[in-house]
C-alpha cells in the first residue's frame, strides 16, 4: 500500500511539472509575441490556452481522489495540499500569458515604438517574470527552500518596474496623443506581468510550506528566515 501512495505522489507531482512546463511556455511565448506583435504566435498562446484548462481540471481531479482514497497525513498531507494551490496558481499564470496575446492580436500589426519598450523596461519585466518562473520549478523540483526563498526579492524588481510605467506611459501620451487609447491598453500588459510575479510568490510560499511546514501566507513583513527563526524559539520553549 505504501508503494502504491508514494507512486500516486510521484504522479501528481509530475502531473504538476507538466503544467509547469506547458504554462512557462505559455508566458514565454506572450513575451516573444509582444515583441514583435507577432500574432501568429500570439494565435498558438490562445490555442494552447484550451491545454491548460484541461491539465488544470485533471489535477484536481487526481488531486481530489488522493485526498478521498488515502486520507494523507504530515508531508504527505502538505504536499497533496501544497500540489492543489500550486495548480491554482498556475492556471492563472497561463490566463494571464492569454490576455497578454489577447492584446497582441488586437494590434495593427505594426512594432509598438522601441523607444517605448525601452523607457518602460517591458522586456526587463518579462525576463524577470520567466526567470522566476523557472527558479521556482527547480525549486518544487529540488525541494530547494533557498531558491524559494530568493523569489521574494526578485518580485520586488517586477513591482518597482510596473510602479514605474505609469509616469513613463502618461509622458508619452503627452508626446503622442493619438496613442493614448493604445498606451491605457498597453499598462495592462505590465498588470497582468506584475500579477503573474505574485502569483509565482505564491509558489514559492507553498513550496516552503510543502518541505518545511512554514506558512508564510499574509506575512509579508518577514522574510522565510525570520519565520523558521520564530518557529525554533518556539519549539525550544515548549
Not at 488522493?66 to 501544497?82: G, K, S, T
Not at 529540488?142 to 509622458?171: G, H, P, Q, W, Y
Amino acid at each position: 500500500m505504501v508503494k502504491f501512495v508514494d507512486d500516486e505522489l510521484k504522479a501528481i507531482r509530475q502531473e504538476v511539472l507538466d503544467m509547469w512546463t506547458l504554462v512557462c511556455d505559455q508566458l514565454k511565448n506572450a513575451c516573444e509575441a509582444l515583441e514583435n506583435v507577432d500574432k501568429e504566435k500570439a494565435w498558438d498562446v490562445l490555442i494552447r490556452e484550451k491545454k491548460v484548462n484541461a491539465c488544470e481540471l485533471k489535477l484536481d481531479c487526481d488531486i481530489e481522489d488522493f485526498l478521498v482514497l488515502y486520507n494523507p497525513v504530515a508531508v504527505d498531507m502538505r504536499f497533496i495540499v501544497a500540489m492543489l494551490k500550486i495548480n491554482t496558481d498556475l492556471e492563472r499564470i497561463g490566463d494571464f500569458a492569454e490576455n497578454i496575446a489577447r492584446f497582441v492580436i488586437r494590434q495593427d500589426g505594426e512594432p509598438i515604438d522601441a523607444g517605448l519598450l525601452a523607457s518602460t523596461r517591458l522586456k526587463e519585466m518579462g525576463g524577470i517574470v520567466l526567470e522566476m518562473l523557472e527558479t521556482a520549478k527547480r525549486a518544487l523540483e529540488e525541494e530547494d527552500i533557498a531558491l524559494a526563498n530568493s523569489l521574494f526579492e526578485k518580485d520586488n524588481a517586477v513591482d518597482e518596474i510596473n510602479a514605474a510605467t505609469t509616469a513613463e506611459l502618461a509622458r508619452y501620451i503627452a508626446d503622442h496623443p493619438d496613442k493614448a487609447a493604445f498606451c491605457l491598453d498597453f499598462k495592462g500588459v505590465f498588470i497582468r506581468l506584475e500579477r503573474a510575479g505574485d502569483h509565482i510568490t505564491n509558489l514559492a510560499e507553498e513550496i516552503i510550506f510543502f518541505v518545511d511546514a512554514i506558512v508564510l501566507k499574509h506575512s509579508s513583513d518577514k522574510s522565510y528566515k525570520e519565520q523558521a527563526l520564530l518557529r525554533k524559539i518556539n519549539e525550544g520553549n515548549k
